[in-house]
């Protein structure tokens, strides 16, 4: 199971090391590949057609918006992060809503799938850094849990999840904003509350799918990634931080 999720982390990485240097008709369609992984998978934990039909709906209009209207990008995140917000508090209350999760989950999709394909074309160099930092909060608190973890945190939502698992994160998170601090002229203060809601929102967008997932009695959204489970268990990180990350160094 170790070496299964270090194989894989490092398969992530280099699939950001490859949108870097692949030509970027090749690297859109990775991704858009990607994005058909990460609907079929949340179509599948529907618990009928209906559903099915509806959270696919949502994607594809959303998707149309995005592409049609850049303006449209700041409600969508607005509405993404309003969205998980409430999905905090359901998991909080226990409030078990399935079409509503899977429903915020394909906007999390479309928002994403945008949102790479921007970073993309506009500034490779910051998505690369940003699947190292996003994958460095999970690979750093996969390990610390596994070799210090002792007290669970959220047992009833994701077993696994520790305080030396976060802990171990919010480390990497120190060391990130260190290099930064030398790499760009940055205000401390200002670089240290942006990277810790960075934190925050992928601490949030895990539990959310782990929420998603006991609420649809599966293990995981499925078994393409070895030691990690579906993409979804995978990416669920990526889609809640990388438009914060986005807009934020857009707006400096």
Sequence with gaps: MLYKRVLS???????GACLFVLPEAYSQAFIWALCLGL??????????ITYAVAISAIFVVATAILQYSHDFY???????????LARVFCMYKDIRSPFFFLAS?????????????????????????????????DISGYFGGKFFGKKRVVPTISPNKTEAGYLSALLWMGVCAFILMIWQDLSIMLLTLNLLVVYILAIAGDLAMSFQKRVAGVKDTGSILPGHGGLLDRVDSWMTTLPYLFIWISIN
């Design 105 to 137: 989950a394909s906007l999390d999709i479309a928002v994403f799938t945008y949102t790479v394909i921007v970073m993309l074309l506009t500034n490779k160099v910051l998505l690369f850094s940003s699947i190292l930092l996003i994958s460095g909060i």
């Design 74 to 84: 700041y409600y969508a995140v607005a509405m993404m992060y309003l969205s998980l």
């Design 39 to 48: 609907v079929y998978e949340n179509v599948k934990l529907a618990t009928g």
């Design 9 to 15: 982390s490092l398969g992530i990485i280099l699939f």
